[in-house]
DNA sequence: GCAAAAGTGTTTAAACTACACCCATGC
DNA sequence: GCATGGGTGTAGTTTAAACACTTTTGC
């Protein structure tokens, strides 16, 4: 064990769900859109930075897992439960906070849209807009933007987008997921193929009935293939949702700037 | 600051160099390579893992930066000064060290191959191939593909390539280096224009004589284009070698195993 | 039958691969 | 001149984007 005193290690979560896009009272946002990204935020009772919205997040104790933790305070704080959480990057900048020196080791996470709905939601939990956010502690903004960056780059390689829909789903669900990440119109008729090709997708053979049109197929996802290289994909990076949907891909760039 | 007792903090490196691909001794080396990756281990002279091989590392200092400590216990162990450095993962698995929870912020370098040749090497320094390691301490080795895995996708979509090389380099030098990272043969022609396409290289002008051949153009990088979204890439990846070679690529799967 | 979304097919362009071929130098 | 790697050209294949078109339901 080290001799010289060390810094303090905590643990905080960006999480994201899909909601219904109406941009309440928020400049900018798509008005006619149908979904968009959202995130919870708590108020902080402490200082420094009293009163700010923050990360939910907490001390690291000495014998907790590092998702686990993140797992815990996003529940105790959010109530939520993430079908997908996986570690972004570790935050430690001497000026991130005014009291002393604190590292973050930041997970990301993502929540089923039915179950963001019920989201304990108070006076010190509230939900935002992701892509307009205000003035957040320490140097949470730059994280927030970090983990949107990754997770708009990640659902165009991996399946991801699942962990926003239940068990089964049509393929214009999926496809209104890709399309409100990405922000931008996908065309129905090549997602399709791709998303097909890529053999993640199974036909349940069951269809949606009481559409005003023709009722669409709903589809599984394919049990994990287990063609991953075995020791080669970070711990909380290898469950199914990161099977490759074209092609394997790589890491690109991202550069957050103040600290907490 | 947290009520209870938190975790140990460390900073370690993964650091790859090329070296002339002579398998000296060790068994499924590659004879006649010419190029193959090389890494620096040193001789844990302390429990737990007494004289294991370990990667170069040191507990965190409360006043210096993350990135800072990686680069100073790197120096200071091996006497080398990487080209390039960034933030590969924290690993604190409970199990990872024997004695008491330790969390390690890891980062991987590169560093110039004619550096390399001149770096300090001894009883508890050596270089060792990267695909073919002893046992290491902890959860190095799985920390180790990790970091492989990590750079191999990454040459495909950045020019880190670059840090292994000089300011000025013929394209047949930056393909030995893409050929040795990936252990695959790249048809030079299709190289050629894939990387000159890219728009990152400049002709000096100059050729390099006394070859028994036609003299090779002389290649330099361009300056950072800035080009990058500003506060949308992590810390140490927002360098000019992280500029997208073809196109902004996402990020893979990978996953450890044993602690450390 | 009509509107609307599901689902299929075709056309075009761009990107990558393979490989034939010419160029410039030292010996 | 001749061997060798530097450098250019080009045809074949694959991938993806754009968009016209057919199918199936509720009303």
Redesign the pocket.
Known sequence: MPTTASATLAVSTVIFALRPGTGAGITGAPEGALMTLWLPLVRRTREPYLDSWALPGGWLPEDEELATAAARTLRETTGLTPKYLEQLYTFGDLGRSPEGRVVSVVYWALVQSDEAALAAVGENVRWFPADHLPPLAFDHNSIVDYALWRLRTKVEYSRIAHAFLGETF???QLREVHEAVLQRAI????F?R?VTASGTLVDTGESV?????????LYRYTVTPDTVPPNTVPPDTASADTVPL?SPIPEPHFTPGAPA
Do not use: F, I, K, Q
């Open positions: 049509t393929l214009a065309d129905p008729a090549n399709r791709t009935a009481g559409t005003p049109h023709r009722p669409p197929r074209r």
